[in-house]
């Protein structure tokens, strides 16, 4: 029976081990390489990130990203999984087509959206044919900045919403239907029973796809170098240059600890936002 | 009234598929049509002319056939650590009700909250000085890392969602404790498994910060497209991307089932 | 077959004391009901005898044989799961030989006991489906099949009608009854029906918080429960109980003079049977206020007062009773249970 409870801890501990080894010794290593300069210990490496030209806008691109295309997918996949509900007939084909995607490495949906919206790209060609444009147009270049980061939220919001309606779909599988029939037995319009019933119900899965998708969308970084290139600098891109291009591995590292507090911050602040109300289950 | 709103709905439904579906048409047709198609202007819509050997004799110049299978290789190897790994934990928090099992549970769940493709950058200075910076073996290491916590999760839910029961009548009717996890929980968990390995290798197969930060010379295919990036035509880089999606088409094909049930309880 | 011996175990949940010292013998042969309702310990106490839960103190054996460290596989013995544990994975035919293969049993001799078994419990026809293709009620069958295949020494069931509509599960009982009677395996049954574990025991065991409370044959549970518990328990509707005060070694009620055990000083409490009172037209008697009639088809039953306490009154069905109706009861004075309204426990009949 002794070995009865020493068994988890044996069957858990190669998991533990390599978690340690591979997560938590690099984050305190992130941390010490940021923090340790030429003369010692210090916040030398910081400053040099904040003298970065395009350190500022690294921060406003990173931030104004996140912030337009998490909300925007929200909508769409709860949108989406509220259409799910509705079709009765190849359920089964439409989840996979809306949730291929998934599948689709962010540098690959960068890739795509090149081959749309370049010079020569298939959106030109549309809008050549109809006459908007007489010829070939650049969209990506740093001259046109609002284009730029268009294509960006484009190619963003194309590749990482069906992970927000996974989440949610897979919540609303566990909302069982009786409570929605209530309220329309009560009188509830669709609208009202989307707004009082479903979307309170389906805060624990908004919630979790929140921090999954935020924390990724900092982290965006193939999706935006494929499509912008250097015109688009943005925190983890910028790590990447200072990492490899420039062999600065504290300067990279800097980048590496503002990333992950900022993402623990926003985990932070969906998990308040979102919490359970007093006396509510989760 | 009834009809219209119908109509609307498959309207819609049909306009998110055509949302999907046809860029990822717009990228073969880059990929498989060649440079005549990339330089066209205003360009066709409709492949012109279509042939798999020119792209794969195109890709093998280019080196992309390589870094290819060095992808597979990496992401077959973090399969097999994250699952040999993942797997024993989540039948630990499945079935054995032990002191600390919680806090293991929220460890691995907050390791969502980090941005864990970053922690590459600290792990390419100490794998120079293991020896193993550029290689195959390095990557998957760095991408078990990535897939592991959501193997134990979803490996965790598998387990549970096979009765314990099952497991007893087994003991009871002859079985030894392995005996009955070999005989009655294997073969039920066999399907759930090959998803959540499937999701490991996809996750490895599509990583492109850490492979590209571990890798110089032996690129993986994002790494390697991630240079030519501005280096290489654009043909080059469409077919590699074409090359990066299709498999993955595949996959969520073939784990459509299990998606669900497999984010549903990852997101608990 | 062999005889269980079960000598004082214990069961704790870290301090949660699950089990507090319980002895029983079942006899080789023997049918043994364990009643009581959930979280008595009943399940506890049948998976220690499996195996399945260590007990913290005492011991078990089966056969004479001590078997407390045991695992379950090398005890001898066949268990029927409350949600029937048949394997989802293997063909009907394959659960039901599981347990022969296990022990390496030669392959005809699987055979015949397959058939033997499947032809027991009426599933012939299904022996080549998998259980997703079967009904509840043969999925049950199948468990029993599978554990009545191995020929155990002793079976134990875990609530295993329990998952059945009401229908099935009167059916499946005749037919348990029937099919275990004639293999005669020691059999030790869990169970929180009342009326299943009278109909298919030839001894039950009440279980109350931890301890046999009681242990006897349905008819003696029933006739003479040892404690408060136990009458309340058994019966549909339960024993009734009043608190009488003792003067002079009498109890009135009504005028009604019944005799409680000599020795007697204080209140005692009277237990009666709902279906051990009737109308009394002429003579002495108590009176009952009805409270609501309900009519169930062989009798009526009345819920209403007797001097401010609660009883309930079972009557024959050709009285017509409205609610306020004052009538005067009698009791069946040979089926009088008395108990101490301080420690529940019966008063001794001198």
Known sequence: MRGQTLRPYLLIMPSLAFLLLLFFVPLVQTVALAFSTTTGTGVGNFVQMLDDLDFRDSVRNTFGLVLCVVPLQLLAALGMSMMLRHVRWGRDIILWIWTIPLGISDLAAGLVWLAILTDKGYLNTILFEVGVISGPQSWLTYETPGALFLAILTAEFWRATAIVFVVLVAGVQLIPREYEEAASVFGATAWQRFRRVTLPLLRPSIQTALILRTVLAFEAFAVVLAVGGRNFPVLVSQAYLWQFTNQNYNVAACYAVLVTLVSLAATLVILIALRPRAGESA | ?268 | MADIRIESVTKYYGSQAALRGVSLDVHNGEFVALLGPSGCGKTTLLRAVAGLDRQTNGRIEIGGRDVSDLPPRSRGLAMVFQNYAVFPHLRVRDNIAFGLLMTGTAKDRIERQVARAAALMHIEALLDRYPVQLSGGQRQRVAVARALAVEPAVLLMDEPLSNLDALLRLEMRTELKAVLASARTTTLYVTHDQTEAMGLADRIAIMHEGRIEQIGSPLEIYRQPKSIFVGGFIGNPPMNFLRLPVSGSVVRLGTLILNPPAGINGPVMLGIRPEDLEVAETGAGFAFRVHVPEPLGPHILLTGDVEGQSMRVAVAPDRVMQPGDVVMLRPNTARLSWMNPDTGLALENS
Not at chain 2, 12 to 20: F, Q, S
Not at chain 2, 61 to 89: F, T, Y
Not at chain 2, 94 to 101: C, Q
Request: net charge positive; proline share 5%; hydrophobic share 60%.
């Open chain 2, 1 to 268: 009234m009834i009809g219209s709103r119908r109509v609307l709905l498959i309207s819609g439904v049909l306009m998110i598929c055509a949302w999907t579906l046809v860029p990822i048409y717009l990228v073969a047709l880059g990929g498989v049509g060649g440079a005549s198609t990339i330089y066209a202007w205003p360009k066709p819509f409709w492949p012109a002319s279509l042939s798999i050997g020119n792209f794969t004799a195109f890709l093998q110049i280019e080196g992309i056939w390589a870094a290819m299978l060095r992808s597979v290789e990496v992401a077959v190897l973090c399969m097999i650590l994250s699952l040999l790994l993942g797997a024993p934990a989540g039948y630990a928090l499945a079935r054995f009700a032990f002191r600390g099992a919680n806090l293991y549970r929220l460890m691995i769940l907050m390791t969502r909250a980090f941005p864990v493709g970053i922690l590459a950058l600290p792990l390419a200075v100490s794998f120079v000085r293991l020896g193993i910076y550029d290689t195959v073996f390095g990557v998957a290491l760095m991408h078990t890392a990535l897939a592991l916590p959501f193997a134990v999760l979803v490996t965790a839910s598998l387990f549970v969602g096979i009765p314990r029961e099952l497991e007893e009548a087994a003991w009871v009717f002859g079985c030894s404790g392995p005996g009955a996890f070999r005989r009655v929980v294997m073969p039920l968990a066999i399907p759930g498994i090959a998803a959540t390995a499937i999701f490991a290798f996809v996750i490895s197969w599509n990583e492109v910060f850490a492979a590209s930060v571990l890798t110089v010379r032996n690129k993986t295919l994002t790494a390697d497209l991630l240079t030519l990036l501005s280096e290489a035509p654009l043909q080059s880089q469409l077919a590699g991307g074409l090359l990066l999606i299709l498999p993955s088409v595949l996959f969520i094909f073939f784990v459509r089932r299990y998606l669900f049930a497999l984010w549903g309880v990852a997101s608990r």
